[in-house]
């Protein structure tokens, strides 16, 4: 078969490469961006490689993962799992580096985020026409989304750390964090299930909102008992992380998120 022919029997059964959104994706997301803090943090801190050098090497290996993903042809639920992985490593270590050895700040950091993800969306709006999954269909929009990805997941990290740091941040600690986004979800899903509100909407807010609920549940598990963590090994923590998303995505059947041809909400 042809490429032209490959593209268009694609195009015919409306198969993506994106995961299919479902209760279990977003149980694998929130695993995903709890071991991108720990591992971020094990790297950085554990390892005392710093920010700078942290970013670096989770920057080479999200590049090197997401040109893969936007090379291949049809979904590879391992290789989709790799990319979001990195985005949440990357993000974790690339808030620090602005929050702390930039000397930004948690809200000022949280600030250029937020303005980089939304500029990001409505440049994928303005040019492709949607920025829901479902409409993903070509190499371009695959770029918008994982750059909106990363930067939703950097964006949650500093929210994670202004809502939980007491110094700089607003103070709630670790497990005030966790339940406050926990408590968004819950809006978002209450919303989405008894509202008409934009699903596309509803998903970016899950989005973002999952990757805060992860950095802070990962704090909690890693950071020591005299600020308000559990002290738990950053390595142990990483690795149970890793397989329990390593057996979900070989248990749970992985399928491809399907292209709609209906107009975006």
């Not at 997301?29 to 942290?54: F, Q």
């Not at 702390?100 to 993800?117: E, F, V």
């Not at 040019?127 to 929009?141: N, Q, Y």
């Not at 805060?212 to 090994?233: E, I, M, N, Q, R």
């Amino acid at each position: 078969m042809s490429t032209t022919e490959h593209a268009h029997a694609q195009t015919h059964t409306g198969v993506g490469k994106i995961a299919e959104v479902t209760f279990w994706f977003w149980v694998i997301k929130i695993a995903a961006t709890t071991l991108g803090e720990t591992g971020g943090d094990a790297v950085t801190m554990s390892m005392n490689l710093g920010y700078l050098a942290g970013t670096a090497i989770f920057a080479t290996l999200f590049l090197l993962a997401v040109a893969a993903q936007i090379s291949v042809r049809k979904f590879h639920p391992f290789l989709f799992w790799a990319v979001i992985i990195a985005t949440t490593t990357v993000g974790t270590t690339l808030a620090d580096l602005l929050d702390r050895s930039l000397g930004i700040g948690y809200l000022g950091g949280s600030a250029i985020l937020l303005a980089l993800l939304l500029g990001t969306l409505a440049l994928w709006h303005r040019t492709m026409g949607s920025v829901s999954v479902s409409d993903i269909s070509s190499r371009k929009a695959e770029i918008f989304y994982w750059t909106t990805i990363l930067f939703s997941q950097t964006l949650g990290t500093a929210l994670g750390d202004w809502m939980a740091d007491s110094a700089g941040g607003l103070g709630l600690g670790y497990e005030g964090g966790a339940l406050l986004f926990a408590a968004g979800l819950a809006l978002v899903v209450a919303a989405y299930w008894w509202t008409k509100a934009s699903h596309t909407v509803l998903f970016w807010l899950a989005f973002i909102l999952t990757r805060p609920l992860g950095a802070t549940v990962g704090d909690l598990l890693d950071k020591p008992l005299s600020s308000g963590g559990l002290a738990l090994s950053r390595y142990t923590a990483s690795a149970a992380l890793g397989a329990f998303i390593l057996g979900c995505v070989l248990v749970i059947p992985q399928r491809a998120e399907r292209r709609n041809g209906s107009p975006p909400r």
